[in-house]
């Protein structure tokens, strides 16, 4: 993750990470969770575009979505024109 570096004589600079971003699970910061109802899902993939994190994956033409990076921002809930996907408790999984 960039970090800033403040030296008051010079401008501020970013140190960038060499750690790739597979290891960044965030999932664990999330209390809400989206869940899917297939049976309504038409795979129109509006969810997979607006992620911000690019966590909605695609398999075999199906949105799925990647708990381990998932924060709970509920963006792909808002999205979806059919409201195919839910947010639910994190612990009522």
């Not at 800033?4 to 010079?10: N, Q, V, Y």
């Not at 209390?31 to 309504?40: A, C, G, L, T």
């Not at 792909?76 to 195919?84: A, D, F, N, T």
């Amino acid at each position: 993750m960039p970090r800033l570096k403040i030296d008051p004589e010079k401008e501020p600079t970013i140190l960038i990470s060499d750690v790739p971003i597979s290891v960044n699970k965030t999932g664990t910061w999330r209390s809400i969770r989206p869940k899917i109802d297939r049976e309504k899902c038409t795979n129109c993939m509006i969810c997979w575009k607006f992620c911000p994190e690019s966590c909605v994956t695609i398999d075999s033409g199906t949105p799925v979505i990647e708990m381990d990076y998932c924060k709970g921002c509920a963006i792909c809930e808002e999205v979806c024109p059919l409201g195919c996907i839910e947010m639910e408790d994190e612990e009522g999984r």
